[in-house]
């Protein structure tokens, strides 16, 4: 059955080709939603919307910029008429040591990881507010959980740490109006973001400690956003899905 039938759903940083974004707009295509893909171009998010059916839509939208953010949400609302399902998707790293973090660095990456996923939210809360339901889903990752990842970097680290803590605080704040918001925390995932960073040996020694025995797909986090996203989840509000293959057992 259609877990999405009927379902409006934002999804940020879903351009890109092989990305967990795109893989989770037509996954969510697939279940019966129609999807707005936001991302940094808009004639990229359009020609990612247009690829998967003419239903669709994709905005340019900089998730850094309030009012960007703003104007995506009203939008969607103008074109579709509600919004039941943000996923806060978008996210870049910056393989650094803390030595080497400088102000605009350290402000690049938590301006993207987290103070997008603050500005997103504001911008579809009300609309969700208004209908009295939403699901709210925020990309985290295991660089959180274990202080350093693969490539992000510690200021990667402290931004997805910080998605975990405003996506409880919103969790808590906003399931009075029916609003369930909740985060994946994925391991090694093959995408772009770290295809051909890895060297050979390197990669095989890490697969080596992943239970799963191999990377993570786009589609293994897509999943787990589609079922926080459904009804099936229902209950289920301020909580961290790991979708890691095993990696931190
Ligand atoms: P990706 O680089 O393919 O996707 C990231 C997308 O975000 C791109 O389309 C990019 O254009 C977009 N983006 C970047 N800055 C933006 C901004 N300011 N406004 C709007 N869009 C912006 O990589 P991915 O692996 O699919 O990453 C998706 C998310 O998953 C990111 O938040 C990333 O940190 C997280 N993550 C990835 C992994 C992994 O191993 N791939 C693991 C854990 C978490």
Redesign the pocket.
């Known amino acids: 059955s259609l877990l999405l039938q009927g379902k409006v759903a934002l999804i940020?940083?879903?351009?890109?080709a092989?990305?967990?974004?795109i893989a989770t707009a037509q996954l969510f295509a697939r279940h019966g939603a129609r999807v707005v893909i936001?991302?940094?171009d808009e004639s990229a998010a359009a020609q990612a919307a247009a690829s998967i059916g003419p239903e669709h839509r994709g905005y340019g939208?900089?998730?850094?910029d309030k009012a960007a953010c703003e104007q995506a949400a009203e939008r969607a609302v103008a074109e579709f008429g509600q919004i039941d399902i943000l996923i806060n998707?978008?996210?870049?790293?910056q393989p650094v040591k803390t030595l080497e973090i400088d102000a605009a660095s350290w402000d690049r990456v938590l301006d993207?990881?987290l103070r997008?996923v603050l500005y997103l939210s504001q911008a579809v809360i009300p609309q969700m507010k208004r209908q009295q339901s939403g699901a709210i889903t925020c990309?985290s990752?295991?660089s959180a959980q274990r202080g350093g990842g693969i490539l992000g970097g510690p200021h990667y680290s402290a931004a997805k740490a910080g998605v975990l803590g405003l996506a409880k605080a919103m969790a808590r704040e906003f399931g009075p109006n029916g609003i369930r918001v909740n985060c994946v925390t994925?391991g090694?995932?093959q995408?772009?973001?770290?295809a051909g960073k890895i060297a050979d040996d390197k990669m095989a020694d890490i697969i080596a400690g992943i239970p799963l025995h191999r990377m993570g797909s786009?589609d293994d986090v897509a999943g787990t956003y589609l079922f926080l996203s459904s009804g099936l989840s229902s209950y289920i509000t301020g909580a961290v899905i790991d979708v890691n293959g095993g990696m931190l057992i």
Request: one cysteine or more; hydrophobic letters at 45%; aromatic letters at 0%.
């Open positions: 940020s940083g879903a351009a890109s092989r990305g967990i974004g936001l991302d940094l939208c900089n998730v850094t998707n978008a996210g870049i790293t993207v990881n997008g990309m990752s295991v994925p090694l995932i995408t772009d973001i770290n786009a």
